[in-house]
């Protein structure tokens, strides 16, 4: 059983930046065991869009042309948390942000790394609003 708890969430104006985590438990899997993760945004009414990938082993990254140059995705094993720096943040960049782990390997294979069904496990989320 994979947690993937969210955090950083938040209100900014158009331009400012905010970093997410999101914090990586498991009960039964080494951490090792995840391939990839990723972080998902979903607009109200809008369908769950993949916004950045990272390959666990190898650390490649892969984005979303949408946030291409504005936000970072990284890692830290040590502390078993996954992060989401978002700079020039946009109105249209509000949604709720979820990370998501993948423990099959399928999300590091092209063009998967920001598919939904690439994934299997997921968290609550966190809400980023961004205003004009």
């Known amino acids: 059983r994979v947690q993937l708890v969210e955090s950083g969430g938040g209100s900014v104006q158009a331009g400012g930046s905010l970093r997410l985590s999101c914090a990586a438990s498991l009960s039964t899997y080494s951490i090792y065991s995840i391939s990839a993760m990723a972080w998902f945004r979903q607009a109200p009414g809008g369908e769950r869009e993949g916004v950045a990938h990272?390959?666990?082993?190898?650390?490649?990254?892969y984005y979303a042309d949408s946030v291409k140059g504005r936000f970072t995705i990284s890692q830290d094993n040590s502390k078993n948390t996954l992060y989401l720096q978002m700079n020039s943040l946009q109105p249209e960049d509000t949604a709720m942000y979820y990370c998501?782990?993948?423990?099959?390997?399928?999300?590091?294979?092209?063009?998967?790394?920001?598919?939904?069904?690439?994934?299997?496990?997921w968290g609550q989320g966190t809400q980023v609003t961004v205003s004009s």
């Open positions: 990272i390959s666990t082993g190898d650390g490649s990254t």
């Open positions: 998501a782990a993948d423990l099959t390997d399928i999300a590091t294979i092209h063009p998967r790394q920001l598919m939904e069904s690439s994934y299997n496990y």
